[in-house]
């Protein structure tokens, strides 16, 4: 007979809707990365469903956690859809307390979770509607997908204040904010610049997926009113071909600036924020964005488009520019011009990162939520 043990049962949370862990494509990856960890070490029992181009659902164990691979379609437009729907199905069977649903394309299966008595907490991310990427089919599933969202889920997580308010308005529903994090980060050093024969100083540097909306092509219309000896450098990739991706063939191709791609080497990105001499940040649809998060706390002098997301995060007209590009390329001489409003910028993200933007309250926000979840599930 065994034993009778007055221990709590460890809760089961599932995280869906990201590309795994640990894995350092984006902004839900990043969000992932320092999250399940963070559960496994409280005692909870974490699966994070990852794409893994799988024929039938298997699973690892990496650092304690669970993850779990089941079958989708690796498409720009089946991949969100057909991962999500796979990953549910196989949650809503896994005796899950609580979920971590991420991305609102999720909300069109949010009811099988909810039919087996999953409770769910959705980060809705940015306005996936409308983002230039998506031809009108593509957005309105998203948009269909958040109207679910609001129905179905038991709670929403808005990374940012002001989207938490687009969404009162549009969805007739609040939730909770809780922002990404970001390390501060004081000593970098240099040396992996070096190593690659990149610029170690007083350069552009634009970090981010090249897609329409995060506004490279306002930054390449900018250069043209440089000098065309300012060293630029651009990390991201595209999943499919368009306009802003064969621009930034054809500059790197030229030697006008130097193109990376995908960087999945966190030390490299670190030390890019760290020395750059200023940090374009054009990312106009979404929330608080990590990038932007991690670039303050390396200690990047950036610059962002002036957007009602940008400006919660950073609050000063001195690193906020409009659209046209002449602006732009003003604002990049002058930062790349002074030394002190470079040390001013720098001083000024770690100060913001330090008070708003930890980890470690991140982390400790998420678990608070999804043990409430648990709680109300267990509640008569």
Not at 27 to 42: K, Q
Not at 240 to 265: E, I
Not at 330 to 357: F, H, K, N, W
């Amino acid at each position: 007979m065994r034993a009778e043990t007055n221990l709590p049962r460890m809760r089961r949370i599932a995280i869906i809707g990201s590309r795994g862990y640990p894995s350092y494509y984006s902004g839900f990856e990043t969000l992932v990365r320092h999250l399940a960890p963070y559960l496994v070490e409280r005692g909870e029992h974490v699966t994070v469903y990852d794409r893994g181009r799988t024929r039938r659902p298997v699973s690892k164990v990496i650092n304690g956690i669970e993850v779990r691979s089941t079958v989708g379609l690796d498409t720009k437009s089946t991949s969100t859809l057909s991962y999500g729907y796979s990953s549910i199905a196989d949650a809503a069977r896994g005796g899950f307390d609580a979920a971590l649903v991420l991305n609102v394309a999720n909300g069109l299966h949010l009811g099988r979770l909810k039919r087996a008595g999953v409770r769910t907490c959705v980060n809705v991310d940015g306005m996936e509607w409308q983002r230039e990427k998506w031809g009108f089919v593509a957005k309105r599933t998203f948009l269909r997908g958040a109207k679910m969202t609001a129905a179905l889920a038991d709670e929403l997580v808005f990374d940012s204040r002001a989207l938490a308010g687009l969404w009162t308005a549009k969805f007739h529903r609040g939730g909770r904010f809780i922002p990404y994090g970001a390390p501060i980060l004081e000593v970098i050093g240099d040396g992996l610049l070096v190593e690659r024969g990149l610029p170690n100083e007083g350069y552009v540097l634009a970090v981010c997926r090249v897609v329409p909306e995060n506004n490279l092509d306002l930054l390449f219309d900018a250069l043209a009113y440089m000098d065309a000896a300012t060293p630029v450098v651009v990390v991201g990739d595209s999943n499919y071909d368009h306009r802003t991706l064969q621009r930034l063939r054809a500059l790197s191709a030229s030697g006008r600036l130097h193109w990376l791609g995908h960087v999945n080497d966190q030390a490299l990105l670190d030390q890019l924020w760290g020395n750059a001499g200023v940090y374009w940040h054009g990312h106009s649809v979404g929330g608080t964005n990590p990038s932007l998060l991690q670039a303050l706390g390396a200690g990047a002098p950036t610059v962002a488009l002036d957007t009602v997301f940008n400006r919660e995060v950073i609050g000063s007209d001195e690193q906020l520019v409009g659209s046209h590009p002449g602006e732009l390329a003003s604002r990049l001489r002058d930062v790349l011009g002074s030394p002190e409003g470079q040390e001013r910028m720098r001083a000024r993200g770690r100060t913001s990162i330090a008070e708003r933007y930890s980890w470690s309250s991140v982390c400790a926000a998420y678990h608070e939520l999804l043990v409430g979840a648990v709680g109300a599930r267990r509640a008569p």
